[in-house]
């Protein structure tokens, strides 16, 4: 028997390699490359979500916009097409939370500075306050790129809208009104078809490198088929 077991030892070893890369094959073809979820507002926490569309379970798409960004030019989803980017809320005299997320948006600014297909969108909720010149101080002191990253002014109930409707962002209620205020930590990433595809904390280091590492994840999406 062992002489048996001896003059087939190579062959036997030959099938045991081959069996393991034909395992490792069938493996991949089970466990293809990671994809993130496609957000849809009936998958959100209720209290982030307006009640007008809390109960949407498809086809839910960042709808068009109309602002204006720190250099006085009209921004319109056009100026995203076809880019992967991630938007957040926030206003410029604020002194406690957007402190953190702006230092996030630096980050994330740095990391993707060459990367064309990134782009970063910041939603001012005192657009009163924050007008052009403020939003256009606001960008020197923070070392804003203008191709890369667009702080964006206007109506104060578009941006409410934008907000609850459309980015399921804040816990706020309100609907852009004298006295309401959105203060959000939540980053937002969202595809080149305009779906949200991942919610993460502007004022967490952890999250940030989370939202970086699922925007690499996100580009694998859009490489060229084979």
Not at 31 to 41: G, I, W
Not at 45 to 57: K, N
Not at 88 to 94: E, L, N, Q, R, S
Not at 176 to 191: A, C, P, Q, R, S
Request: charged content about 30%; overall charge negative.
């Amino acid at each position: 028997m062992l002489k048996f077991f001896a003059k087939y030892k190579f062959f036997a070893l030959v099938m045991l390699l081959l069996s393991a890369v034909i395992i490792t094959l069938i493996y991949r073809q089970l466990d293809p490359t990671p994809k993130l979820p496609v957000y849809q507002p009936s998958m959100v926490t209720a209290e982030l979500v307006d009640t007008t569309v809390q109960y949407v379970r498809k086809y839910h798409k960042v709808d068009d916009f109309k602002l204006v960004n720190q250099n006085g030019d009209t921004i319109t989803q056009k100026d995203y097409k076809d880019k992967i980017y991630v938007a957040d809320f926030f206003f410029t005299t604020c002194q406690s939370i957007c402190i953190d997320m702006a230092k996030s948006m630096q980050t994330l600014q740095k990391e993707f500075k060459d990367d064309e297909d990134i782009l970063l969108l910041s939603h001012s909720v005192t657009p009163d306050i924050d007008d052009v010149p403020q939003l256009k101080k606001y960008a020197l002191e923070k070392g804003v790129i203008d191709s890369k990253w667009n702080l964006v002014t206007g109506d104060k109930k578009q941006i409410y809208n934008l907000a609850r409707k459309e980015y399921l962002a804040s816990k706020s209620e309100g609907d852009g009104g004298k006295y309401d205020l959105i203060h959000t930590e939540n980053f937002v990433l969202i595809d080149k078809e305009k779906r949200i595809r991942g919610f993460y904390d502007g004022t967490n280091p952890d999250e940030i490198e989370k939202l970086i590492r699922d925007i690499d994840i996100l580009k694998l999406e859009y490489l060229p088929k084979e």
